[in-house]
């Protein structure tokens, strides 16, 4: 027994006991507790640091573009792919993510990414400083940037399997929120300390130094922290089966769920606008003579309502288990958002209503995050939990991709723009929103109407646990319930 755990004083004998019977005992289901372990939150706040880390890095140059721009001698553009590289290096890694997570564990994959996240935030400040030349700033901060591009899928893909394998049923949602919503926590602190601390672009390599820092203290906490990639017992019944169907057989099913491709579709739609949004706030608000400080505002705005948002609707799934309806409803509020922003960010002196849209925008559309994770697990049981929540995260970098690059094809130069604020390029943003609005309401009519599942997991945990399954009469979430009782 280990200290710290939560543990009964039968359990080993009950534990082994229960593996060995072919179908569950009602004697034994009396005494079966599943020990949890203190040292879960410590894994947890790695993770959380590390995921906070990685989207700092990610997002560094969006909200000081025009400065970034002015500092390494490129484009506006150029500044852009600095951000997109994660998405497009995500893509062909993300299915060895799944694999390596399913496969390898939990471990490996943290401290892997750990190691290349450092090791990007060093190499973007090891270009800047004064005396390297000009003609190899760019691309040896884009290859940093491309390092800790490496660990983002080691990162963003791990919340579900992290809560599946260290969380007890009833806490594997609110993990799963705590871990995903430490990605938008990043993206908060990038909006606000790239533009106080670059307020010049002669303030570029501190700024860079500021994030490289973190990195190490980082990447010691989990190559020295995170002794396993599980605990010595599992904390549910589920857990004890997770990563049961092989990796390319996992890959069939889902190819074949037609619920689990319905929420591919929608949720990476919804990525990729999110991913719009936090890329290219600063270049849509100037144009209307926002200041770069105002976008920052909007962008922590939309950021912390998401946070809160996403905590409330962690704790109510925990309880409820109505993934299906909270996730139709705030899809839906969200796309009613995003209409609402396409419309108030195009007017002048408006930056109450802007802040307002921002903030509702971010507390409907960020709480889905965490929520969707784990539904991508419950309608595709027993798919590992990398790989089903793995595939949703490639949806989205493929769609954030296709949307910006559209997106920025369908800007015009405006010839004068006497309130812009962006320096010597004025683009016209009016067609890119309204089109990315209507794609966004486009894929949530489809999941709000197409959408239908069981919650597998919680159904075999129940058949595991109780030796019961549901009847044909019933809800899924009625019998989930009683797993809490």
Request: glycine content about 6%; proline content about 5%.
């Amino acid at each position: 027994m280990e200290a710290g755990a939560e543990d009964s004083p039968d359990y080993q004998t009950v534990y082994s006991a229960v593996k060995v019977l072919r179908g569950p005992n009602p004697e034994l289901k009396k005494l079966l507790h599943f020990k949890v372990y203190k040292r879960r939150w410590f894994v947890l706040l790695v993770l959380c640091l590390l995921n906070c880390s990685n989207a700092t890095l990610w997002l560094t140059f969006a909200p000081v573009a025009d400065q970034s721009a002015e500092y390494l001698k490129v484009s506006l553009q150029d500044i852009n792919w600095l951000s997109l590289v994660a998405m497009v290096v995500a893509v062909p890694l993300s299915l060895g993510t799944t694999w390596m997570l399913d496969t390898l564990g939990l471990r490996i994959t943290l401290i892997l990414g750990a190691w290349l996240n450092m090791f990007g935030a060093l190499l973007r400040f090891c270009a800047t400083p004064v005396g390297v030349s000009v003609t190899i700033q760019y691309p040896m901060v884009m290859f940093g940037q491309t390092l800790a591009a490496l660990a983002q899928p080691l990162i963003i893909f791990t919340p579900t399997k992290l809560a599946a394998l260290w969380f007890p049923e009833h806490q594997r949602a609110t993990a799963n929120t705590i871990a995903s919503m430490s990605n938008p926590l990043g993206i908060l602190l990038a909006n606000i300390i790239s533009p106080m601390i670059a307020q010049t672009s002669a303030h570029i390599p501190t700024l860079l130094l500021c994030y490289a820092v973190p990195t190490c203290i980082i990447c010691f906490l989990a190559t020295l922290g995170i002794r396993s990639s599980t605990p010595p017992t599992p904390p549910s019944a589920s857990a004890e089966a997770s990563s049961s169907e092989p990796f390319l057989e996992g890959l069939k099913l889902l190819m074949k769920n037609k619920a689990y491709l319905i929420l591919l579709l929608s949720f990476g739609a919804g990525m990729g606008v999110f991913s719009c949004f936090s890329t290219l706030l600063e270049q849509i608000m100037c144009v209307q003579g926002y200041t770069n400080d105002f976008a920052g505002i909007c962008g922590a705005l939309f950021i912390v309502f998401g946070i809160v948002g996403a905590g409330v609707l962690g704790l109510y799934v925990d309880r409820t288990k109505h993934f299906i309806e909270v996730t139709k409803i705030n899809l839906s509020l969200t796309a009613l958002a995003c209409i609402a922003f396409s419309v108030v960010s195009l007017l002048r002196e408006q930056k109450a209503a802007i802040a307002a849209v921002c903030s509702l925008f971010g507390f409907f559309g960020y709480a889905i995050y965490p929520v969707a994770m784990e539904l991508s697990v419950e309608c595709s049981y027993p798919v590992g939990e990398a790989t089903s929540a793995g595939l949703l995260f490639i949806s989205g970098q493929v769609q954030s991709v296709l949307y910006i690059v559209l997106l920025q094809g369908l800007t015009t130069r405006l010839a004068d723009s006497p309130l812009s604020t962006c320096g010597s390029t004025v683009l016209s943003w009016r067609v890119p929103l309204m089109v990315l609005a209507s794609l966004f309401s486009f894929f949530t009519c489809i999941f709000v109407l197409f959408f239908h599942t069981r919650y597998k997991r919680l159904e075999a945990e129940e058949e595991a646990m109780y030796g019961t399954k549901p009847s044909s009469g019933s809800t899924t979430t009625e019998h989930s319930l009683s797993i809490n009782t």
